[in-house]
């Protein structure tokens, strides 16, 4: 079984920074990818970013250019920074840690969830 812990979350003001962390415990052997997925009131859950343990990394449209992730693997912890936040980045942020069967990733665990507000 597989724990996450997130922090970081909080308000910030438009144009702002922020920086989430997301810790893993557990069995980890059987984690490949990390990554962060978003909910806003009315809208469906949207893919932020995710990096493999290979350090591959991918990110929505909506976040690339602003957004980065990246891991500590000593730590098992995987790190969004946020920079350039605007009122649509505002959500809950949730971790997810993803291991696979064949070509395909299944998600294993997922964190509780740290609520973002980009507001002036």
């Known amino acids: 079984q597989v724990e996450l812990v997130e922090s970081g979350g909080g308000l910030v003001q438009p144009g702002g920074s922020l920086r989430l962390s997301c810790t893993a415990s557990g069995s980890i052997d059987k984690i490949v990818r990390m990554g962060w997925q978003r909910q806003a009131p009315e809208r469906q859950r949207e893919v932020v970013a995710h990096?493999?343990?290979?350090?591959?990394?991918n990110y929505g449209d909506s976040v690339k250019g602003r957004f980065t992730i990246s891991r500590d693997n000593a730590k098992n912890t995987v790190y969004l920074q946020m920079n350039s936040l605007n009122p649509e980045d505002s959500a809950v942020y949730f971790c997810?840690?993803?291991?696979?069967?064949?070509?395909?990733?299944?998600?294993?665990?997922w964190g509780q969830g740290t609520q973002v507000t980009v507001s002036s």
């Open positions: 990096i493999t343990t290979d350090n591959i990394s």
């Open positions: 997810h840690a993803d291991s696979t069967s064949g070509n395909y990733y299944y998600t294993i665990a």
